[in-house]
């Protein structure tokens, strides 16, 4: 996948999490895709972890487009399904520079995923309003 803003393109892997509301960034991937201060928003959430314990990292809410390689095996900008939507940018660094999540990814995609072969497919259904 990809993120970007007015050409700032920065490709990563991202982690995939039903349990995830939102999708997230580290804050060093907004300064590389040229957000010069996450909290220059009007839009914040303070985010808790499992089971709801504490408050563990704030998000700032920006519109970006989000790039999802419709085959990995062709890393082109050409061959993604790319959307508009709203991603939070974490205070501090998580797991992986991007998480996605339900709102931004999920209500965009059919997910079929089979552990025991080790896959998942994704099929673009729609715009949301994100």
């Not at 804050?27 to 408050?55: C, F, M, N, R, Y």
């Not at 999540?101 to 079929?112: A, E, L, S, T």
Request: charged share 20%; net charge negative; with cysteine.
């Amino acid at each position: 996948m990809s993120v970007d803003i007015g050409g700032n393109w920065f490709p990563t892997e991202a982690l995939v999490d039903t349990g995830c509301q939102y999708c997230l960034f580290g804050p060093s991937v907004a300064k590389v895709i040229g957000i010069k201060d996450i909290s220059d928003t009007s839009e914040s959430q303070a985010l808790h972890g499992v089971g709801g314990s504490g408050i563990q990292n704030k998000a700032y809410f920006h519109k970006v487009n989000i790039n999802i390689y419709r085959d990995t095996s062709h890393f082109d900008k050409k061959n993604t399904w790319k959307y508009e939507t709203k991603v939070g940018f974490l205070e501090e660094e998580a797991i992986m520079p991007a998480i996605l999540g339900m709102y931004g990814f999920f209500d965009r995609f059919n997910f079929k995923s089979n552990l025991w072969e080790n896959y998942f497919e994704l099929d673009y259904i729609a715009e949301a309003s994100s």
